[in-house]
């Protein structure tokens, strides 16, 4: 799949010295959702700022859809539509005219049919004469979405586009950002919720204290770095895991009747057999077994903390 962003070398100080960005480089294939996890401060705005022409790097280039940013401004700009964190509109303003507005901002013609279009994508058509300020929180969220996608942009970035709204609108927030995919947009998203990137995003990319530590295939990343347990509920309790099974590092439960082993499904599967034969030669008898895998959340904090996933 081609890339449609092309990040390279991409470093960011500010004028107090604080660096806020570290030699990044990033390809973002065309048409898919990729997920930029971090922590506060980590460097995620920063980046979907300068890509959109909002900050200005201290070295390294970015492309988008062939265009530099910098050299070729408002081509690689009207590429790129961009939904930030804070809600920031005109209130006094009506759906129809914020969202024709932003079309015009970027030098579109008018087309009346485009902007229905996108405002019944977004359930926003019945609003479309209401004021923004009498809108809900998450109606208002889903006017800048309307803003964003107003000229028709390829890449579609999205800060924090669930901060703030309930369980269900973001539910409903995920499947439209599925149908916005399916349409041939490329969705970048920066997320505090865990959940929302493994819901998702096709690749996923974790920034800490500026620099970019992994890019991966979800399913890749979790397989990779993700830990396995298997769970055996024995027949009879047991006092002390024995010293024959010492090598395979046995959590024995409180009450000695189970036996957990932690392992890595890449690096260890193959182990397994060899646990369940050991067992029995030491005349352990289990009734059930079950097994169990890290979430999303356990590998990224591993990650930051500078584990390596093996949490």
């Not at 890019?215 to 990343?221: C, G, R, S, T």
């Amino acid at each position: 799949m081609p890339n449609i962003i092309s990040i390279q070398h991409l470093t960011k100080t500010y004028a107090s010295g604080f660096q806020a960005l570290k030699d990044v480089n990033l390809d973002i294939r065309r048409g898919e959702i990729f997920a930029l996890l971090g922590p506060n401060g980590a460097g995620k705005t920063t980046l979907i700022g300068i890509v959109c022409g909002l900050v200005n790097a201290t070295s390294g280039s970015v492309t988008a859809d062939g265009h530099d940013i910098v050299r070729e401004f408002r081509a690689a700009r009207a590429k790129i539509g961009l939904v930030p964190q804070e809600l920031a509109t005109d209130m006094f303003e009506t759906v129809w005219s914020t969202v024709s507005f932003s079309r015009g901002m970027f030098g579109k013609p008018k087309n009346p049919a485009h902007i229905e279009k996108v405002l019944r994508s977004l359930s926003l058509w019945d609003k479309r004469d209401n004021k923004i300020q009498t809108l809900s929180g998450g109606m208002k969220r889903r006017v800048l979405i309307a803003k964003a996608l107003s000229h028709e942009p390829q890449i579609l970035f999205l800060d924090e586009p669930t901060a703030g709204v309930d369980v269900e609108l973001r539910k409903e927030m995920w499947q439209l950002v599925r149908e916005l995919r399916a349409t041939g947009v490329t969705v970048i998203l920066t997320t505090h919720y865990i959940e929302e990137a493994e819901e998702m995003a096709d690749r996923i990319g974790v920034i800490n204290k500026g620099e970019l530590i992994l890019v991966e295939d979800k399913a890749v990343l979790m397989g990779r770095l993700g830990k396995k347990q298997l769970v055996l509920l024995l027949h009879q309790p047991l006092a002390a895991v024995p010293d024959a099974l010492a090598g395979y590092h046995l959590e024995l439960g409180k009450d000695g009747t189970q036996l957990t082993y932690t392992f890595h499904a890449e690096r260890e599967q193959s182990r397994i057999s060899a646990l369940l034969t050991d067992l029995a030669a030491q005349g352990i008898d289990f009734k059930d077994l079950q097994t169990q895998e890290s979430s999303l959340e356990e590998i990224f904090v591993g990650l930051v903390s500078g584990n390596g996933g093996a949490a």
